[in-house]
């Protein structure tokens, strides 16, 4: 017999909102400039330092290096020493960095790669090859490439330079690219941590999003939903304090495979089908599925709250 209940509607609450502000370091030779990059950065989003002094660069640096998200810095005769300082102090972050001149060369517009034990390439970066470099002229699209360089770093590859004078060298040394892999870990992290959803967002591949996947693993992940979302109907007004886990497992899932809300209405669909069956078959009557409406509902509201918190703003 199938066993649905007819109990009251018990309200299951979203996941608590998470601290999403991100902390940057601006450090430009013009101190007016910066001032005004602040100011285009939208206070309920990000907590902005303006920094005006390599002395002081290096005091905030070593005394917040572990609460910063993202550098931005200047194109200038001091940028590799102070890359060099960074490595030197264990410090990995994301960074922009703005060129003054008023194009990018083509290199620094490439994504990050993940280049060969033989291939150095000096000429495509200067801090770590998941920088993003901006021309003077875009400094007002600010937000979108702070955005961009977070993406960048946390798909950072191990295996990739982050020195491009002594490379070839230190790749060869089993330390560094373990000092390199536990910062990644750490700030990763941290970076999720204190991103909260957006952190998750953008770890999301594209690869194993739904429309791209083989027609026997789409099958395959469709018959899991149908087999996860079945357990919450079936527990949706019963006393579990599961309940709550198991929703949020489904949504993660529905999530990081980028399914559309339509393919959740239609699992949701055929179960009922499936149910009304059932009951008539029973001779009960089928008025108590139009509760697990509400299922539903809970389940989408879930699903567009985590694309709420995650997607990154446009300005």
Same mark, same amino acid.
């Given at each position: 017999?199938?066993?649905?209940?007819?109990?009251?509607?018990?309200?299951?609450?979203?996941?608590?909102?998470?601290?999403?502000?991100?902390?940057?370091?601006?450090?430009?030779?013009?101190?007016?400039?910066?001032? !005004?990059?602040?100011?285009?950065?939208?206070?309920?989003?990000?907590?902005? *330092?303006?920094?005006?002094?390599?002395?002081?660069?290096?005091?905030?640096? #070593?005394?917040?290096?572990?609460?910063?998200?993202?550098?931005?810095?200047?194109?200038?005769?001091?940028?590799?020493?102070?890359?060099?300082?960074?490595?030197?102090?264990?410090?990995?972050?994301?960074?922009?960095?703005?060129?003054?001149?008023?194009?990018?060369? #083509?290199?620094?517009?490439?994504?990050?790669?993940?280049?060969?034990? !033989?291939? !150095?390439?000096?000429?495509?970066?200067?801090?770590?090859?998941?920088?993003?470099?901006? !021309?003077?002229?875009?400094?007002?699209?600010?937000?979108?490439?702070?955005?961009?360089?977070?993406?960048?770093?946390?798909?950072?590859?191990?295996?990739?330079?982050?020195?491009?004078? *002594?490379?070839?060298?230190?790749?060869?040394?089993?330390? *560094?690219?373990?000092?390199? *892999?536990?910062?990644?870990?750490?700030?990763?992290?941290?970076?999720?941590?204190?991103?909260?959803?957006?952190?998750?967002?953008?770890?999301?591949?594209?690869?194993?999003?739904?429309?791209?996947?083989?027609?026997? #693993?789409?099958?395959?992940?469709?018959?899991?939903?149908?087999?996860?979302? @079945?357990?919450?109907?079936?527990?949706?007004?019963?006393?579990?304090?599961?309940?709550?886990?198991?929703?949020?497992?489904?949504?993660?899932?529905?999530?990081?495979?980028?399914?559309?809300?339509?393919?959740?209405?239609?699992?949701?669909?055929?179960?009922?089908?499936?149910?009304?069956?059932?009951?008539?078959?029973?001779? @009960?009557?089928?008025?108590?599925?139009?509760?697990?409406?509400?299922?539903?509902?809970?389940?989408?509201?879930?699903?567009?709250?985590?694309?709420? @918190?995650?997607?990154?703003?446009?300005?």
């Amino acid at each position: 017999m199938l066993r649905i209940h007819a109990q009251p509607f018990h309200c299951h609450p979203s996941p608590k909102p998470l601290h999403s502000h991100l902390s940057i370091c601006i450090f430009l030779e013009s101190e007016p400039l910066a001032q !005004a990059l602040k100011q285009g950065l939208r206070d309920d989003r990000y907590a902005v *330092t303006v920094l005006d002094s390599d002395e002081a660069f290096f005091i905030y640096i #070593e005394q917040e290096k572990s609460q910063l998200d993202c550098l931005v810095l200047q194109d200038s005769p001091k940028l590799p020493p102070i890359a060099n300082w960074l490595h030197g102090q264990a410090v990995l972050l994301p960074a922009v960095i703005i060129s003054t001149e008023t194009t990018i060369p #083509e290199d620094h517009s490439k994504p990050p790669q993940k280049f060969p034990v !033989a291939h !150095a390439l000096s000429s495509v970066f200067t801090y770590h090859t998941a920088e993003v470099w901006i !021309a003077a002229s875009e400094m007002e699209q600010l937000s979108v490439y702070i955005e961009r360089s977070i993406k960048q770093f946390l798909n950072l590859s191990p295996t990739c330079q982050v020195h491009a004078s *002594t490379f070839i060298h230190d790749l060869a040394d089993d330390s *560094t690219q373990n000092f390199l *892999t536990s910062q990644q870990q750490r700030l990763t992290d941290k970076l999720k941590e204190r991103l909260g959803y957006l952190g998750v967002y953008y770890k999301r591949n594209p690869q194993n999003f739904f429309r791209h996947l083989p027609p026997l #693993e789409k099958q395959e992940l469709l018959d899991q939903l149908r087999a996860d979302y @079945r357990t919450i109907v079936l527990r949706y007004f019963a006393a579990d304090s599961s309940l709550n886990q198991l929703i949020d497992d489904f949504v993660n899932t529905v999530f990081f495979a980028d399914i559309p809300v339509s393919q959740v209405v239609e699992i949701h669909m055929d179960l009922m089908d499936e149910f009304s069956k059932q009951l008539k078959l029973e001779g @009960r009557s089928e008025d108590i599925l139009l509760d697990y409406r509400l299922t539903l509902i809970d389940t989408i509201a879930h699903l567009c709250e985590m694309y709420r @918190r995650s997607i990154p703003r446009e300005s």
